[in-house]
């Protein structure tokens, strides 16, 4: 098995496959530019006139958009895995020449029914208009007319470089830890610490559990990892649809704005539902009320890649998995320890609360955090006005990719509000209207919002 490890480009894929004369490429995303990338590649591979499977997987892919959107790119098998565990199935049946052809031909009969049923479901798709939409999210209920906000203690920008490991160690959320190794408990026994009572994977759950713990104490004391992160909170007004972002010392001053989408299913709006946007949870600019709004980067990747490289040399693939599941705990950890000192300190809306970290993580707590490229704001595109308000690579090293993904990729960022009622919804599915709405506001093309919006739109944006 060849690693080219993450963000790695199409040629440099496709070329090293070549080379080492590969008998399968393997593509993995995590976030949903990747889906991009991969149709990409998938158009390379037909277009270099290759012959070998391509394998795709990861959290953000699914077998519909494999079947609907990569593999009518390329006329040999492309296959969706959903994990680790499937793929030597799949690769033995692609590799083996008596069962190929029939397992493709099932492959291509599945896929084809996906496909008929993807755009059918398309058809049958209906969306309120944009402007009906916002009319009924003017019928919630936000108390505008008695709401004070609290003015943070800490306005602006606070960076928090070379942040102490140890502190974050009890934020740490281990279920997503057991995840990364395939081992999940039955009912009752289900997440931690039940999972280590469960009586097929508790005693290898405890096993990887005990090596993390060893791990995570040489990490501590030998500063193997470094977390570093940002915080900013501004004064903030909304304005429609989005957050204007305004000078910390002149209110009437905007100096960015953060641009939301706005629910639009009309069948969840005939059960009740809502038609929500992130900048409901933002006082209007026609109230007059000054409000606030937070933002944060961190992450605990730094030495992670150098760490990994030393165990590649030594052929240790599994210390190699072991630093990455850790970094990506530590990351999420800080994000959970830094919302909690915001919410207590920095700006103080809640200065007396006193969770155990079961109900930090059960979302207990007043206010939320949601990020770009996530469902209450799909668009990976808002992080860069983060990045430019809060100077994140500057303060932090913290980069954004060509994808917009993170980098080092144990790292997070979201948005920050604190109204009482805020809550995480889904956008959903959005309609044409909305998009062009949406490309207007930030001078956009209408084709550049649909590439970064793939995912979300309820139509297809090939079919003019």
Same mark, same amino acid.
């Given at each position: 098995?060849?690693?080219?490890?993450?963000?790695?480009?199409?040629?440099?894929?496709?070329?090293?496959?070549?080379?080492?004369?590969?008998?399968?490429?393997?593509?993995?995303?995590?976030?949903?530019?990747?889906?991009?990338?991969?149709?990409?590649?998938?158009?390379?591979?037909?277009?270099?006139?290759?012959?070998?499977?391509?394998?795709?997987?990861?959290?953000?892919?699914?077998?519909?958009?494999?079947?609907?959107?990569?593999?009518?790119?390329?006329?040999?098998?492309?296959?969706?895995?959903?994990?680790?565990?499937?793929?030597?199935?799949?690769?033995?049946?692609?590799?083996?020449?008596?069962?190929?052809?029939?397992?493709?031909?099932?492959?291509?009969?599945?896929?084809?029914?996906?496909?008929?049923?993807?755009?059918?479901?398309?058809?049958?798709?209906?969306?309120?208009?944009?402007?009906?939409?916002?009319?009924?999210?003017?019928?919630?209920?936000?108390?505008?007319?008695?709401?004070?906000?609290?003015?943070?203690?800490?306005?602006?920008?606070?960076?928090?470089?070379?942040?102490?490991?140890?502190?974050?160690?009890?934020?740490?959320?281990?279920?997503?830890?057991?995840?990364?190794?395939?081992?999940?408990?039955?009912?009752?026994?289900?997440?931690?610490?039940?999972?280590?009572?469960?009586?097929?994977?508790?005693?290898?759950?405890?096993?990887?559990?005990?090596?993390?713990?060893?791990?995570?104490?040489?990490?501590?004391?030998?500063?193997?990892?470094?977390?570093?992160?940002?915080?900013?909170?501004?004064?903030?007004?909304?304005?429609?649809?989005?957050?204007?972002?305004?000078?910390?010392?002149?209110?009437?001053?905007?100096?960015?704005?953060?641009?939301?989408?706005?629910?639009?299913?009309?069948?969840?709006?005939?059960?009740?539902?809502?038609?929500?946007?992130?900048?409901?949870?933002?006082?209007?600019?026609?109230?007059?009320?000054?409000?606030?709004?937070?933002?944060?980067?961190?992450?605990?990747?730094?030495?992670?890649?150098?760490?990994?490289?030393?165990?590649?040399?030594?052929?240790?693939?599994?210390?190699?998995?072991?630093?990455?599941?850790?970094?990506?705990?530590?990351?999420?950890?800080?994000?959970?320890?830094?919302?909690?000192?915001?919410?207590?300190?920095?700006?103080?809306?809640?200065?007396?609360?006193?969770?155990?970290?079961?109900?930090?993580?059960?979302?207990?707590?007043?206010?939320?955090?949601?990020?770009?490229?996530?469902?209450?704001?799909?668009?990976?595109?808002?992080?860069?006005?983060?990045? /430019?308000?809060?100077?994140?690579?500057?303060?932090?090293?913290?980069? &954004?990719?060509? !994808? $917009?993904?993170? %980098? =080092?990729? #144990?790292?997070?960022?979201?948005?920050?509000?604190?109204?009482?009622?805020?809550?995480?919804?889904?956008?959903?599915?959005?309609?044409?209207?909305?998009?062009?709405?949406?490309?207007? /506001?930030?001078?956009?093309?209408?084709?550049?919002?649909?590439?970064? &919006?793939?995912? !979300? $739109?309820?139509? %297809? =944006?090939? #079919?003019?």
């Amino acid at each position: 098995v060849v690693d080219l490890g993450v963000m790695t480009p199409c040629d440099k894929i496709l070329n090293t496959a070549i080379e080492e004369k590969a008998d399968i490429v393997g593509l993995s995303g995590l976030i949903t530019p990747s889906l991009e990338e991969m149709i990409h590649v998938a158009k390379e591979m037909e277009r270099r006139k290759m012959n070998i499977p391509l394998l795709i997987g990861g959290a953000t892919t699914s077998k519909t958009h494999t079947a609907v959107k990569i593999a009518p790119q390329y006329t040999k098998p492309c296959v969706h895995v959903l994990d680790a565990s499937k793929s030597v199935v799949v690769v033995s049946a692609l590799l083996d020449d008596s069962k190929m052809k029939e397992f493709f031909d099932e492959v291509v009969e599945e896929y084809e029914d996906i496909c008929d049923d993807y755009y059918q479901s398309l058809k049958n798709h209906k969306s309120l208009p944009l402007e009906k939409a916002r009319s009924k999210a003017k019928l919630l209920q936000f108390h505008w007319d008695t709401y004070k906000p609290v003015v943070p203690k800490k306005l602006g920008i606070t960076v928090l470089n070379d942040y102490d490991l140890a502190k974050l160690i009890p934020y740490i959320d281990w279920k997503p830890f057991f995840d990364v190794w395939q081992l999940r408990g039955k009912y009752p026994n289900r997440g931690y610490p039940k999972i280590f009572n469960d009586t097929e994977v508790g005693p290898q759950a405890r096993k990887e559990f005990d090596a993390a713990q060893e791990m995570l104490k040489m990490i501590v004391e030998k500063r193997l990892l470094k977390a570093n992160g940002v915080v900013a909170l501004f004064p903030a007004c909304a304005d429609g649809d989005d957050i204007r972002v305004l000078d910390v010392d002149d209110h009437s001053k905007v100096v960015d704005t953060l641009y939301g989408l706005r629910q639009q299913a009309e069948r969840q709006v005939e059960q009740g539902g809502t038609t929500l946007c992130i900048s409901d949870f933002v006082a209007p600019k026609s109230t007059g009320i000054v409000d606030y709004i937070g933002m944060f980067a961190v992450s605990a990747g730094f030495g992670s890649a150098e760490l990994c490289n030393k165990y590649k040399e030594e052929l240790d693939d599994y210390n190699v998995i072991m630093v990455k599941a850790l970094a990506d705990r530590l990351a999420e950890a800080f994000a959970e320890a830094l919302h909690e000192i915001v919410r207590k300190d920095y700006w103080g809306y809640n200065d007396e609360e006193s969770f155990a970290t079961d109900d930090l993580l059960q979302i207990k707590y007043q206010g939320i955090r949601p990020a770009p490229g996530y469902p209450s704001q799909p668009d990976h595109t808002e992080k860069c006005t983060m990045w /430019r308000l809060m100077n994140v690579e500057e303060h932090t090293g913290i980069k &954004l990719t060509e !994808s $917009l993904a993170m %980098d =080092p990729p #144990a790292s997070v960022s979201a948005l920050y509000f604190s109204h009482p009622s805020s809550s995480y919804f889904a956008v959903g599915k959005i309609a044409k209207d909305q998009v062009v709405d949406y490309a207007k /506001r930030k001078s956009e093309s209408v084709a550049n919002v649909e590439k970064w &919006l793939a995912s !979300s $739109l309820s139509y %297809d =944006p090939e #079919a003019r």
